[in-house]
Each structure stands twice: as structure tokens, then as C-alpha cells.
């Protein structure tokens, strides 16, 4: 019955996170990003201004790659790479943590200040996690308050942001 338990959460926490994704998509669009087929990222401004590409792989100094959820193109040949990341206790928060954090030193070592590593938060995170993610420079959201994830990005210079003429500051994207 464990095991059956186990299956079972797994499950629900990948059709989370696919829903997770696919509504910070639309935030994205809505925004007038443009999705893009860029499938591997191996060089600053592979993925143009306001273009986004989902599942595409990031290339690390050591020769690997990692996978990244949704990346976006924001001005000055900057990547956005949210990972989206759903939990359903607190001892799955810490294996969902330390896979950004993963991902976000491999990255930063690769691709310096190219690459800004944002998580996407949903479900049951002990309180100490989203505090390890911010400590190491990932920005935050979550999935209750995109409104934060798109202020972020609207103060990035945004394809919206451009069209309003908004000079407006970015949200911290925590709480």
C-alpha cells in the first residue's frame, strides 16, 4: 500500500507541476511573449527578446545539460529559467529545493549573470526552502500569485511593459 501511496502522490505532483507550467505559459503570452522552438541553449541570447521555450535544455561548464521548465528571453541577452516545482510534504520540498539549487549553481558557473534561475513554487515547502532558494539568488514565485511573476517580468522591459510605456518596479516574487 505504500508503494501504491508513493505512485500515486508522484503522479499527482507531475500533472501538478504540467498545470504549473502551462498557466505560467499563459501568463507569457498574455504578456505578448512568443513561444519558440530553441531546444538546447548553449550560448547568451540563444533565445531571443520576449521569446520563451518550454523543456529546452541549458548547456553547464562541465559538458552536461540541464532541463529547464520554461526559459524566457528578456532584454540584454538574458534568460529567465523558471523551474517549476510542486511539493506535497516537507521532506519532498527539500529534494525539490536542492534540484534548483542544482541547477541554478550549474548555471550561474556556465553562463554567469546570462542566466537569472527563478522556482516556481506550489504545494506543502518547509518554510526553511524557499529561504535556501532566495540565500542562493533564485528568484521565487508562486503559483497563487503569478500576478508577482508577471510584475517581475514587467519590470524587466517586457513586450506589455513596452507597449504601456511602464517604468514600474519589479515585484520580490516571495511570500
Known sequence: MLIAQQEYATLKRMRLAGSQEDAAAEVLVEMGFRQGSVGFVDQPGALGEAEFARKCQ??????????????????????????????????????????????AEAWSRQWGRFVVTAALLEGVFSEKEPRRLVEAGVEIFWSHRLDLLRQYLAGKGTPTSRRRGSTRSRGTGRG
Not at 61 to 79: C, K, N, Q, T, Y
Request: charge should be positive.
Open 58 to 103: 541549458f548547456a553547464t561548464a562541465d559538458g552536461s545539460s540541464h532541463e529547464v521548465d520554461l526559459a524566457v528571453g528578456l532584454p540584454g541577452r538574458i534568460i529567465l529559467a523558471l523551474e517549476c516545482k510542486v511539493s506535497n510534504d516537507r521532506t519532498n520540498s527539500v529534494k525539490r529545493t536542492n534540484d534548483v539549487l542544482k541547477k
